[in-house]
């Protein structure tokens, strides 16, 4: 069964940076697309950013300019890149294919606060 397991988070003041990385354990970034989601406390999971096959990509639009979604198949692992952080930001971020459909990571908390 494959498990994520998603490491980077942290606290970080508002307009700062965190790369988190979500490593996969079986090979399966090659077939199917991937998304980076997020749960903030009292709120719904929502899609953050998601990334096909091919490297094209799609941004929930509070965060376009700001996160950048990679992969890297050979790893079987996905980054996500974010810059300019804000408080609402702070949240608990998961890996998943997109759509979801495999067994939920613990996620990595971001806490964006000064």
């Known amino acids: 069964q494959v498990q994520f397991v998603e490491s980077g988070g942290g606290l970080v003041q508002p307009g700062g940076s965190l790369r988190l990385s979500c490593a996969a354990s079986?090979?399966?970034?090659?077939?199917?697309?991937m998304g980076w989601y997020r749960q903030a406390p009292g709120q719904q999971r929502e899609l953050v950013a998601r990334i096909s096959r091919d490297g094209s990509f799609n941004y929930a639009d509070s965060v376009k300019g700001r996160f950048t979604i990679s992969r890297d198949n050979a790893k079987n692992t996905l980054y996500l890149q974010m810059n300019s952080l804000i408080p609402e930001d702070t949240a608990v971020y998961y890996c998943?294919?997109?759509?979801?459909?495999?067994?939920w990571g613990r996620g990595t908390l971001v806490t964006v606060s000064s």
């Open positions: 998943n294919t997109y759509p979801p459909f495999l067994v």
């Open positions: 079986g090979s399966i970034f090659s077939i199917y697309a």
